[in-house]
């Protein structure tokens, strides 16, 4: 599931600490010449795209975030990236947040606090949702400034609903051969969007 690894913007992408190089190759050669590419962990961990939430104006990180890995991002993201990190029971802030770089959806139960801090850091307007019954909107959504794709057992009404709320076109939909959850299985931007070659079938 690449979303868990990897957080991709309009002006950077994180990909973890690893010793597989392919991994990393494919996203430096098709991103390195637009955005910057960066290499972490988060908390120690290499589950990077579920650790944090971001866009191109900010980086969102829990607590768990050492102060070490806080400076690594510091020095490497661009200048004009705010980063934070909060305190927030639902540490997995990729799972509880959906966003682009205008509005996000976030798990209905985060804190005020962390709903204050994501607006000011990523300068998103802030909607509390579930998507199919689902709390975890960042596992089972992907939001870009173009669209977004959804859970597939979203009903018509309430894609609509959303849609509207959003000012965003709207589908339902499944990544890697059936998989409802689209935020772990692609990541994506305003350009381009990775997925596992599995997802293609012959």
Request: with cysteine; aromatic share 6%.
């Amino acid at each position: 599931e690449i979303g868990v690894f990897v957080k991709l913007t309009n002006s950077y992408c994180l990909v973890p600490v690893a010793e597989c190089e392919a991994f990393y190759s494919v996203f430096e050669g098709e991103l390195s010449d637009f955005i910057k590419v960066v290499h972490t962990t988060i908390g120690g961990c290499r589950v990077v795209g579920t650790l944090c939430a971001g866009n191109k104006n900010g980086l969102v990180v829990p607590n768990s975030t050492t102060d070490k890995e806080l400076q690594h991002l510091r020095n490497t993201l661009p200048d004009s990236v705010k980063i934070t990190r909060v305190e927030e029971r639902l540490s997995a802030l990729g799972n509880v947040v959906a966003c682009n770089d205008y509005v996000a959806l976030v798990h209905p139960d985060i804190d005020r606090e962390t709903e204050e801090v994501l607006a000011d850091t990523l300068g998103v307007e802030v909607f509390r949702q579930t998507l199919a019954d689902q709390v975890l909107v960042g596992s089972y959504s992907v939001l870009t400034n173009q669209g977004g794709m959804m859970h597939p057992k979203t009903p018509i009404e309430d894609q609509d609903e959303l849609s509207s709320l959003l000012q965003l076109p709207l589908v339902a939909g499944t990544v890697n051969r059936g998989s409802s959850a689209i935020g772990a299985g692609m990541v994506v931007n305003d350009w381009i969007a990775f997925l596992w070659k599995g997802n293609y079938s012959h």
